[in-house]
């Protein structure tokens, strides 16, 4: 037996011939084509049975989700593709606006009175880790390192909210009342630029930065609902509790 | 269905980053793309990692598409060969493993309940199948695509496609126990 052969059987079990007379012609006239031609139909008859499968709700939202935070990591079509001497005229601009901040910084040192070492006291204390007196009281808070890690946002510090707790009030639709959904446009929007164009929103926290409590939409809220959290200034997803 | 031209127009917005264009091929797919992977793979967590693989590609390659098959074929290309990276990289053939999760809730009926007594053992076999007989009778058989878009697909001649649709069902027929011309 010849695979072309088999080949056309299997053809003429799923339908697929333009023109089954030559095939049909083989299986009537051999007996061990006749036996692969049954084999075959059983077998697509089988698997006719199979429901077909598909995503949950649930599923589909996660995947939205975390395919949207993925892209936002990807680098840009812009960036990407900058020549060199582009990406080198930006570093060039950012080395000047350190060195005009340290001389910025220099000139104000100066006016305290105290002016020998002001950059290299600014520097030492730094990396004593000492809180940094400044010699302005008008406000070099930037450089005291206590409001410094504050300023930049750093997930682990006190600003951030308790994720774990409020997703699992989130959960038993227990929110405070403090942060109880409200129906604010943008942040309707803002759930879309997240890439949550599934979910729908739960609630929002204000700790010192604001988020948006985000669930998927049509699902029943139990203990394995995912929450996702939002920045509501960036509309960017910085927490997810599973 | 979107006609060739209206997917080329997709693609070239997707390029240029328009996110609404890339959301509507996404929506339009992932259904199908998901349901290959999960018979490929036979692990639901896997299977929704490879379809979010799969559209991770397909927008970072969107400018590779040359439009000499349908959007969607190249897509389920895209499936396919994430499914075969992941099952090389995790070393293993699938072979008798019982494909959890790939049934829905309980149906109810009697014939239903009679059929889904059944599907068990098909579905057994079919994520014992080697993962080319596999894809090929899944992307055939179950997905419904005419053999010529299957060649497509996987990337192999419509002969080597008909061969191997042929030769998985016949090694389904042999692991359900029917009788066969071997």
Known sequence: MH???????????DGSLDDPAVARALVESCEHCSLEYETQLSIIA????IEPVMMTDLEKAALHRDLWTELRNQP??????????????????????????VAVVAQLG????????????????????????PMDDGGQEEFNPTT?????????????PDFKTLADETRREELPSSVRATSEQE??????????????????????RAYLIAVPDNVALDGETPVTFVNASTCQVVHVEE | MTTPGTETDLLARVISG??????????GQEDRVFSVCLRILGDRDNALDATQETFLTVFRKAAQFKGDSALGTWIYRIAVNTCYDQIRKSGRRPTDSLPDHLEPPDLGAEDAIEAAG?????????ASLPPEFRAAVVLSDLEGMPLPEVAQALGVPLGTVKSRVFRGRRLLAERLGNQTAS
Request: charged content about 20%; hydrophobic content about 45%.
């Open chain 1, 3 to 13: 695979d072309h052969d088999l080949d056309l059987i299997a053809s003429l079990a």
């Open chain 1, 46 to 49: 089988a698997l006719a049975t």
């Open chain 1, 76 to 101: 840009t079509k812009g960036s990407a593709g900058a020549p060199w001497w582009y990406r080198l005229s930006y570093a060039a601009a950012g080395v000047f606006v350190v060195v005009g901040l």
């Open chain 1, 110 to 133: 100066s006016f305290g009175g105290d002016s020998a070492g002001t950059v290299a006291e600014v520097s030492s204390d730094l990396d004593a880790g000492e809180t940094m007196t």
């Open chain 1, 148 to 160: 410094t890690a504050a300023a930049t946002g750093d997930a682990g510090a006190e600003s951030a």
């Open chain 1, 187 to 208: 942040q309707a929007t803002c759930l879309t630029d997240a890439g949550l164009e599934d979910h729908e929103l739960a609630g929002t926290v204000d700790n010192g």
């Open chain 2, 18 to 27: 328009d996110r609404a264009a890339f959301d509507s091929i996404m929506r």
């Open chain 2, 118 to 126: 059944l599907r068990p053992e098909i579905e057994r076999a079919l």
